[in-house]
């Protein structure tokens, strides 16, 4: 145990933990006993949780403090609302630097380093769209699924499949409408794994669609 976090104890656990950085293995062995939620820490989960902290060579999308300051481009964002097409009452969970609300005119929004918590948001609203930190992509998705009945929130592919998020989108009886590839912005990480936004709606019942932007985002 590392503190309160398991160790690898299979040599599959241990190689692929050799992949990451030595300074940057405890974060990545916290994340992945989170991501597991008191089941079993496989290399799968410790290959996800380097992910999802952006460790590629070194390069990470979360920072050291666990602060993510990873700001979505004008273009992107214009893309996804453009494409999901949110409508009625709509919250922008962690606005940064405001560019789903410069194509949002009129959402509410929250931000934490101007004093206003999602985590602590009260209040309903038809759509939550945005760019969630990483690192906390489960809390921020639970709330959204408490206070609104459409989420499309960027991620990473694997994020959304996580089983105990699966398990949350189950109990609170959303389910995955839509998965739509994302370019990956230049300015961001390079890792190897596809960026998305991902559309859960309560009640949904139907299938997942896998869909792709059409063309690159660009500025206009």
């Not at 976090?5 to 656990?13: A, K, S």
């Not at 590629?56 to 602060?67: F, K």
């Not at 940064?96 to 009129?106: E, M, T």
């Not at 960026?195 to 792709?212: D, E, V």
């Amino acid at each position: 145990m590392l503190g309160n976090t398991p160790l690898p104890t299979t040599e599959t656990q241990a190689r692929e933990l050799t992949r990451v950085p030595q300074a940057l293995r405890p974060e990545v062995l916290r994340l992945a006993a989170q991501i597991a939620n008191g089941g079993e820490l496989t290399a799968k989960l410790i290959r996800l949780a380097a992910s999802e902290l952006g460790v590629d060579g070194g390069i990470r999308l979360v920072p050291r403090n666990g602060d993510d300051r990873v700001q979505t481009p004008d273009p992107l964002a214009r893309a996804v609302v453009e494409h999901f097409l949110p409508c009625g009452r709509v919250v922008e969970p962690s606005s940064g630097n405001g560019a789903f609300l410069r194509v949002l005119p009129g959402a509410d929004w929250y931000e934490i380093d101007k004093g206003k918590d999602f985590l602590k948001a009260e209040g309903r609203w038809d759509w939550a769209v945005g760019n969630p930190p990483f690192s906390q992509f489960r809390a921020f998705l639970q709330k959204a699924m408490q206070v609104a009945d459409n989420v499309v929130f960027i991620a990473l592919a694997p994020a959304w499949f996580v089983r105990a998020r699966q398990e949350d989108m189950r109990q609170a009886r959303f389910a995955l409408v839509e998965l739509c590839a994302l370019p990956i912005p230049p300015t961001w990480p390079q890792f190897g794994i596809e960026l998305t936004a991902g559309w859960a709606r309560r009640g949904w019942q139907g299938s997942i669609a896998h869909t792709r932007l059409l063309e690159e985002p660009s500025g206009r």
